[in-house]
């Protein structure tokens, strides 16, 4: 969106709520001084807490540096990342994820990866929206996630140059660049970044069927473990051309590509015993999946200002498309070579290939004095054309696996119209706003030559206040309303192997999840904000699974439950203990319920999740700084699993070189390996035990120079 990116380079210098903030947001290391949003600091700000987001200030973090993007969200204040890299805001999953204020088009898994192959250094900022205003996309019912990408503008050749290392249990590096040369009307950037990630992780499954839904005595027991190596590789790339057409036009066209590939090696073993510990099945099993993927965006956009103070238009075309092949590989070999039972080899190929066009035009137009207009129209076009064939082997011959193989192509088209009122009093700031989204969907499933067609609108309302008490207290409170779409892959019926053992299934009944969110806060100085939260989910994503003794496999799928809940508490606090050390602290307690009926259960028991995070800051001498920083969580509802509590202490150490154009940076995450994701669930005849002990002790060293 452009108005939003060009209010965020404007450091939201447009009037209104939720794009106006004072002093009273701000959460920084020491006092401010705040003039038209342009925040004046002696010492770098970290965190910025505005009445609807906060922002992380990644380039002021030591630790963050020489990582990757999942691994700075998964550090990000109220964030958490799964195991396979999905995101969670406030203990609720379904995130809208953009990059620059545009909202990303990829996959779960795809989205993943690219996350994993953008290099820390290449990031400004990430915003955490949990309530945003109409004008954005309704999609993520927990909220919006806003990566902000650094991008020069200064006059002249201006940029950065970055290397650095990391070691884990493999090798990690990345290195590249970002410049940019600006001279009278004309100006250009580009970056570029190569990164090299490898990965280890070791894996622990332990499943327990019963023979009963009462789950008092044992039928079997599986156990599956598996140590992964997982080397990834990325090029990714941007040019880009500004130019002035006049005072009051600018125009920007830029090409973004991001290329990589991937590869997950994986070990293991998978043991079967009856109640008795006696033997059944036991079997020594290796995968691999080798992914590939080119993702090309081309952006046309510009802004335009009329005659009429604060009146303006932008426009922003943008044409995305992107191709991803996995090609699968899975063996199982018996141990016991008295053993009769046979296990195919499996292969797969899955090609996909997604092509997005999206459109939008923003407005806004003064009315009276202090009170504002915007509005605008988008469009977005989506098709993915997913032919995936899987084969195994029989007698030395690969045979095609009519229960897999499936041609699948997912068309999406959405219309969007909005129009947000803003009025601002001298205490008083009130924002008010309706979006509306018309969604079809055709969904071609080629191999049984069958279409499913849907369609529907729906609208979405928000509303948000801000009430200034005195210079140094302020109240706000927002509301909104927002839905998730279930993706392609959640609605495809055909099964997609993580190994011989576990594959997921689509369900083409999914219908969206639709959320009503709610929040008041209040707010003292820049010291001190506290808020409290409340959102109703109807038609809630749930992820189920199904084992099945005789062949010894588990089969994933997503249902649609009744409602769920999610209430809470937020706090962010500033404190300067003496002028060389100042903390961040930001405590967030929530509660997520879910009612309806999973598999024989109306319910699944509440849990209530505490989260803290604690950044310490150090300035040693003008030219050395030193960050220790922890998070906990205790233990939290995931759907039907729970996950365990985890804690992950990092720290940093920083040194300004070669008269302060270079710095170099040395921090070390998850210090004592205790950022591990365990869950467990129990339901119906089953239990479900996962260990992934994670690569997250990363030693990093970091140069970056600018010039």
Known sequence: MKNIITSLMLAFSVYGYSQTEKETDSIVETSINALDEIVITKKKVLYTQKSDRLVFN????????????????????????????????????????????KLTQLSQ??????????????????????????KYDATGKAGIINIILKKPNAGGLKGTVFTNYGRGRKNRTNSGANLSYNKDKFGVYGNYSYTFRGEEERKEFNQNQYTDATRQTISTKNHQTSTTDEPLTSNNFKIGTTYEVSPKTNLEVYVDAKLGRYENMANGRNTLVNAMDVVQFDAATYNDSKEKWNDYTYAFSGVHKFNTEGKNMSFDFEYETSKFRSNQFQSAKNIDPSSVTTINDRRGFIPSQLKVFTGKVDFTNPLKEKQSIEWGFKASVK??????VYEYNDNNQW?????????????????AAYANYKYQMEKFNIQAGLRSEYTAINILQKTLNEEHKDDYLKWFPSVSMKYELTSNHSMHASYSKRINRPSQ?????????????????????????????????????????????????KDVFTEVYVYNPDNNTT??????????????ANITNTAEIYKWWSVNTLFNIFENKFMGNVVNTDKIEPIVTVNLSIQ????????????????????????????????????????????????????????????????????????????????????????????
């Open 109 to 134: 898994k795809e989205l993943a990866n690219y996350l994993k192959s953008t290099t820390s250094s290449n990031i400004k900022q990430i915003e955490v929206i949990t309530n945003p205003s109409s």
């Open 555 to 568: 089969v994933t799928s997503q249902i649609n439950v009744d409602k769920s809940y999610n209430y809470g």
């Open 383 to 388: 098709n993915n054309d997913n032919p995936s």
């Open 489 to 537: 892959f959640d609605l495809n019926p055909f099964r997609f192997y993580d190994d011989s053992f576990n594959y997921s299934q689509g369900n083409p009944n999914l219908v969206p999840e639709i959320t009503h969110s709610a929040e008041i806060g209040y707010a003292w100085k820049s010291a001190f904000m506290a808020s409290l939260y409340f959102s109703k989910t």
């Open 616 to 707: 310490n800051s150090f300035t040693i001498t003008e030219s050395w700084k030193a960050e220790a920083n922890a998070q906990y969580q205790s233990k939290s509802n995931l759907g039907i699993y729970q996950r365990d509590e985890f804690f992950d202490f990092s720290i940093g150490i920083s040194k300004q070189v070669l008269a302060k154009k270079g710095s170099i940076k040395l921090n070390v995450t998850d210090i004592f390996n205790t950022n591990n994701f365990h869950i467990n669930s129990v339901i119906a005849q089953t239990s479900i035990n996962k260990r992934y002990d994670l690569d997250n002790r990363i030693a990093t060293i970091a140069f970056t120079y600018r010039i």
């Open 399 to 415: 045979i095609v696996d009519l229960n897999s193989t499936n041609h699948f192509e997912y068309k999406e088209q959405i219309y």
């Open 58 to 101: 990644v380039e002021n973090s030591i630790v963050s540096e020489g990582g990757t993007a999942l691994d700075v969200l998964s550090r990000a204040p109220g964030v958490v990342v799964s195991q396979d890299g999905e995101l969670s805001i406030r203990g609720q999953q379904g995130v809208g994820v953009m990059i620059n204020g």
